[in-house]
């Protein structure tokens, strides 16, 4: 490619959460796991989860 790199696509906090459960209320401070506002109305996702399939998506990412 020309010796330019292209970086993958960040996957982020909110990319998993919606990918887990995209009806979720949420609000995601910094991009942070452990900042999640859930609105009462959703069942909170677990941090476990939530790290998993942001790992999962992000292979997906890289691999484009």
Avoid: F
């Amino acid at each position: 490619n020309g010796g330019i790199s292209i970086m993958a696509y960040q996957v982020r906090i909110a990319d998993a959460i919606r990918s887990l459960n995209d009806k979720a209320n949420y609000t995601v401070t910094e991009n942070n796991v452990d900042k999640i506002w859930w609105n009462p109305d959703t069942t909170p996702l677990t941090k476990a989860d939530i790290l998993a399939e942001q790992t999962r998506l992000q292979a997906i990412e890289d691999a484009k």
